[in-house]
T-cell receptor, first 114, second 111 residues
Framework: GAGVSQSPRYKVAKRGQDVALRCDPI?????LFWYQQALGQGPEFLTYFQNEAQLDKSGLPSDRFFAERPEGSVSTLKIQRTQQEDSAVYLC????????????FGPGTRLTVT | TQLLEQSPQFLSIQEGENLTVYCNSS?????LQWYRQEPGEGPVLLVTVVTGGEVKKLKRLTFQFGDARKDSSLHITAAQPGDTGLYLC???????????FGQGTRLTINP
């Protein structure tokens, strides 16, 4: 595709529900990143994949957050038992290189937990 | 934890004026990127600077990386309403893959 796509664009969940957010990176991009952006703030790193390997998950805020990229392309970020503090925009980015300082972002998924 | 601090956080000026946004850190970065983000969209990469002292120009935008690779600035000449948006600086930690972002500068250009 032409760019990184994410779905859904908007998600409203009741507190305690599980959610799954999808990211389709730019075709051929080796590296994939998830970031969380709170209202009025810059994005904060959650986790990073190189192909199917999750090389860094140091930014995941709790064990309720889980990410996977089983075939080295599409990735899913799953949040279990959502809490109100999980409300944020979740951004996915991909990079062509293993040295990944130029990252291309999708439009994000806005998650609202009520 | 590496931090990038942007200033100002908010800036509202008239069309035609010049402005500078700053991005500062106590840490050294291998490279630094500037992104622009519109409401409801993801950040869009504007430029990457990698060499201390480097200056890059993108039309009316001038980006500079500090000599010590700890800070950067974005200067806009003759600002236009289309420049309105959230400007984010981001740096990559040497050897790591993740980007560290500043909190952003929300720029409004009034016609």
């Amino acid at each position: 595709g032409a760019g990184v796509s994410q779905s859904p664009r908007y998600k409203v969940a009741k507190r305690g529900q599980d959610v799954a957010l999808r990211c389709d990176p730019i075709s051929g991009h080796v590296s994939l990143f998830w970031y969380q952006q709170a209202l009025g703030q810059g994005p904060e790193f959650l986790t990073y994949f190189q192909n199917e390997a999750q090389l860094d998950k140091s930014g995941l805020p709790s064990d309720r957050f889980f990410a996977e990229r089983p075939e080295g392309s599409v990735s899913t970020l799953k949040i279990q038992r959502t809490q109100q503090e999980d409300s944020a925009v979740y951004l996915c980015a991909s990079s062509q290189l293993t040295v990944s300082y130029e990252q291309y972002f999708g439009p994000g998924t806005r998650l609202t937990v009520t | 934890t590496q931090l990038l601090e942007q200033s100002p956080q908010f800036l509202s000026i008239q069309e035609g004026e010049n402005l500078t946004v700053y991005c500062n850190s106590s840490s050294v970065f291998s490279s630094l990127q500037w992104y622009r983000q519109e409401p409801g969209e993801g950040p869009v990469l504007l430029v990457t600077v990698v060499t201390g002292g480097e200056v890059k120009k993108l039309k009316r935008l001038t980006f500079q990386f500090g000599d010590a690779r700890k800070d950067s600035s974005l200067h806009i000449t003759a600002a236009q309403p289309g420049d309105t948006g959230l400007y984010l600086c981001a740096g990559d930690n040497q050897g790591a893959q993740k980007l560290v972002f500043g909190q952003g500068t929300r720029l409004t250009i009034n016609p």
